[in-house]
């Protein structure tokens, strides 16, 4: 299973930003879906995700801020982020977890993509 991410890019603070990611291969269901994020020194943490039955999760620093959605196609997510902050600057991963065709568990990630938020 690959996932694709769509590119990040500079944002000014207190701008938005929308992320798509797509799930391609084998896929016979997907459990949950979502993004992580990973600033430079820092440890990877939980931005939002959402589970089969659509309902979302999200870390802490960005609730009231971001939004989670499954796409119009198949197999995919976006993230609407809004009211950025320098904070937000990280490389973000795309993240699924479901069933193959085959039966076999994944837990796929993307190659990441940065976004940056300064003035």
């Known amino acids: 299973v690959q996932l694709e991410e769509s590119e990040g890019g500079l944002v000014q603070p207190g701008g938005s930003l929308r992320l798509f990611c797509a799930g391609s291969g084998s896929i016979f269901s997907i459990d949950v879906m979502g993004w992580y994020r990973q600033a430079p020194g820092k440890q990877p943490e939980l931005v939002a995700t959402i589970i089969s039955d659509g309902s979302p999760n999200y870390g802490d620093s960005v609730k009231g801020r971001f939004t989670i959605s499954r796409g119009y196609a198949k197999n995919t997510v976006a993230l609407e982020m809004i009211t950025m902050t320098p904070e937000d600057t990280a490389v973000y991963y795309c993240?699924?977890?479901?069933?193959?065709?085959?039966?076999?568990?994944?837990?796929?990630w993307g190659q990441g993509t940065q976004v940056t938020v300064s003035s």
């Open positions: 993240n699924a977890r479901g069933h193959e065709s085959d039966g076999k568990t994944f837990d796929s």
